[in-house]
């Protein structure tokens, strides 16, 4: 009988400490994604750029992040973009929708660029193009939307504007900024 007791104190007590252990854990919440690796389908597609992205979330309304643009094809005569051989673009983003770093946003935004001049002339009958490299510095504001899955899978839409502030001549001191980029969140 007082082994009987004892049995039943020992599994009385175990019990009210598992489900003291049990009411004393605190649910634990799952930390949302903080980085995003994109690359901009349409820059490619339209100008044979390889324009890839990095962004990481600061919170939820704001994120940074840069872009590093090269040039894949050396003949590329597009009059749009004068002749941008190379960029890298910091920003910073500030969203405007009631999800976690996604919806509508705008941009802030700076450019380190090189670009081929447009240095055509006139000689005797010829033109010559003189294809000088420009390095330029540029700042400007982007307008855009993020859209994300539950997985994570990343698409956005923007489209910007920028005054280069150096090495400029009236034609050719605006740069823009935009695309369609898809990519990853993880």
């Known amino acids: 009988m007082i082994m009987k007791k004892q049995c039943f104190t020992l599994l009385l007590l175990v019990m009210t400490t598992l489900t003291f252990a049990q009411k004393n854990q605190t649910p634990t919440i799952e930390e949302p994604s903080k980085n995003e690796f994109k690359i901009n389908v349409s820059n ?9 992205g990095y962004e990481r979330i600061l919170n939820e309304e704001s994120t940074i992040g840069i872009n590093i643009l090269t040039n894949t094809d050396s003949k590329n005569n597009s009059d749009f973009d004068y002749y941008r051989t190379f960029s890298v673009t910091p920003y910073y983003r500030h969203f405007f929708g009631k999800k976690y770093a996604q919806g509508f946003f705008v941009e802030g ?15 005797s009958g010829l033109f010559i193009d003189d294809g000088k490299k420009i390095t330029d510095v540029a700042f400007g504001v982007s307008t855009g939307a993020k859209f994300i899955t539950n997985r994570g899978f990343v698409a956005e839409v923007y489209l910007g504007i920028g005054r280069n502030l150096t090495n400029t001549v009236d034609y050719d001191n605006i740069v823009g900024r935009g695309g369609i980029s898809l990519g990853w969140r993880f």
């Open 109 to 123: 935004f700076g450019m380190l660029h090189s670009r081929r001049s447009d240095g055509y002339y006139e000689t």
């Open 44 to 52: 490619f597609i339209i100008f044979k750029y390889l324009d890839v």
